[in-house]
C-alpha cells in the first residue's frame, strides 16, 4: 500500500491506535491493505457500541449506493444489540467475533475485492468521550483484474464510504447520549 498519505490510509486514527492488535488479525494473514479508520465520539462506550450493532441492519454510508437506496435506520432498532457469530452485518460481511460492549469483528470473502475483515472497536477516550475505530485488512483476489485493481481503488474509495458510516455512528450516538 505504499504511495497512499496517511490521509487516506489512516484517517483520524492515532499511532497508538495504529499499532494495537486486533481480532481481525487472525482472519487475514499477510494482507495487501491495511486501512484505519477512527473518529471521536461525544457519548460513552456503551452508546458508541449499541449503535455499532445497528450495522445489522444497514451499512450507514450512502444509503443510495450501499443499501438499496433504503434508508438506515436513524433510531435503534431493538433487539439488534443481541449479537450471535454467523449473522449478516452491513449487506456483504458476517459476523466472526465480538466482545460486548467493546468490539465486533466482521468478515467477508468476495471475488471481487477478496478476503477482507474488518475490527470495528470502541474505547473510553476520556470520561463522556469514545474514540471508535476500524481496522481493515485485505488480502486481495488473486485471479481477478478487479483483484489487482483494488489497491488502487479500495483505499480512497474505502475513506468515503467508511468515514461516511462512521460520521453518521458518531451523529447518532451522539445525539442519543444528548437526549439522555
Not at 466482545?99 to 476520556?126: H, I, K, M, N, Q
Not at 463522556?128 to 485493481?149: D, K, Q
Amino acid at each position: 500500500m505504499a504511495g497512499w498519505p496517511r490521509f487516506i490510509s489512516d484517517w483520524g486514527s492515532t499511532e497508538a491506535e495504529r499499532a494495537a492488535s486486533y481480532p481481525c488479525e487472525r482472519l487475514v494473514t499477510e494482507p495487501d491493505l491495511v486501512l484505519h479508520r477512527a473518529v471521536e465520539v461525544r457519548a460513552k462506550p456503551a452508546t458508541v457500541y449499541r449503535w455499532l450493532c445497528q450495522l445489522r441492519a444497514a451499512p450507514y454510508s450512502y444509503d443510495l449506493l450501499d443499501n438499496g437506496g433504503r434508508r438506515s435506520p436513524q433510531t435503534l432498532t431493538p433487539g439488534l444489540e443481541q449479537l450471535e457469530v454467523g449473522q449478516r452485518m452491513m449487506r456483504i460481511f458476517r459476523l466472526v467475533e465480538y466482545e460486548p460492549g467493546s468490539s465486533v469483528t466482521v468478515l467477508s470473502d468476495g471475488r471481487l475485492f477478496g478476503r477482507v475483515a474488518c475490527t470495528y472497536a470502541v474505547l473510553e477516550a476520556r470520561p463522556g468521550y469514545s474514540r471508535l475505530l476500524v481496522r481493515l485488512l485485505v488480502r486481495r483476489s488473486r485471479n481477478s483484474i478487479a483483484g489487482r485493481a483494488m489497491e488502487f481503488v479500495l483505499p480512497p474509495g474505502d475513506l468515503v464510504m467508511m468515514r461516511r458510516q462512521l460520521l453518521n455512528l458518531k451523529r447518532l450516538a451522539e445525539a442519543q447520549e444528548a437526549a439522555g
